[in-house]
Antibody
Framework: EVQLVESGGGLVKPGGSLRLSCAAS????????MNWVRQAPGKGLQWVSS????????YYADSVQGRFTIFRDNAKNSLFLQMNSLRDDDTALYYC?????????WGRGTLVTVSS | QSALTQPRSVDGSLGQSVTISCTGTSSDVGAYNHVSWYQQHPGKAPKLILY???KWPSGVPNRFSGSKSGNTASLTISGLQAEDEADYYCSSYGGRYSLVFGGGTKLTVL
């Protein structure tokens, strides 16, 4: 069974940092690109970042470019999102996902709240 | 990276059909046949119901169908059931491994 389990969310002050983690299991993690997608409370889905299978390429939404860093550890089947210089509008539920055609799985998300 | 445009809400009666549109640009929806649709019930993660415009993942009933014309994709749900009441999101590949989502449509089944 495919499982994606996010962790690392919490309450942080504006300008602060958090590192999100996603533990993957039940599929060959190292052969899939991975994504972070977020959903602000009561709002829609927003793509945040993607990383290719071997970490050779990373991509970011304009709103997080230069502040967030996506990386992965294929040996540990883990995906990460380092979030720096957090702002109020980064408050959201952050999902880890793999979305390759019909191979599409999402975790339950981890909540990040940015507030003073 | 602008969001795709969806109607905020649609209503449909039990057993009837509804169609939800998703309008993008020639850089996303119009450029690729990688449009997906997700169903999201409150408090749950999104669930894939269509990919590559009109293909069904395993286990999704064919009451859900998709199409695309130009920069607009559409999701049609026929034979509406009570459990279809949910939020629906379209997404498209936007180039360079990016994904762009629609703003979401709340479907109410009357």
């Amino acid at each position: 069974e495919v499982q994606l389990v996010e962790s690392g969310g919490g309450l942080v002050k504006p300008g602060g940092s958090l590192r999100l983690s996603c533990a993957a299991s039940g599929f060959p993690f190292s052969i899939y690109s991975m994504n972070w997608v977020r959903q602000a409370p009561g709002k829609g889905l927003q793509w945040v970042s993607s990383i290719t299978e071997s970490s050779s390429h990373t991509y970011y939404a304009d709103s997080v470019q230069g502040r967030f860093t996506i990386f992965r550890d294929n040996a540990k089947n883990s995906l990460f999102l380092q979030m720096n210089s957090l702002r109020d509008d980064d408050t959201a539920l952050y999902y880890c996902s793999v979305t390759t055609g019909n191979f599409d799985y999402w975790g339950r998300g981890t909540l990040v709240t940015v507030s003073s | 990276q602008s969001a795709l445009t969806q109607p905020r809400s649609v209503d449909g009666s039990l057993g009837q059909s509804v169609t939800i549109s998703c309008t993008g640009t020639s850089s996303d929806v119009g450029a690729y046949n990688h449009v997906s649709w997700y169903q999201q019930h409150p408090g749950k993660a999104p669930k894939l119901i269509l990919y590559d415009v009109s293909k069904w993942p395993s286990g999704v009933p064919n009451r859900f169908s998709g199409s695309k014309s130009g920069n607009t994709a559409s999701l049609t749900i026929s034979g509406l059931q009570a459990e279809d009441e949910a939020d629906y999101y379209c997404s498209s590949y936007g180039g360079r491994y990016s994904l762009v989502f629609g703003g979401g449509t709340k479907l109410t089944v009357l």
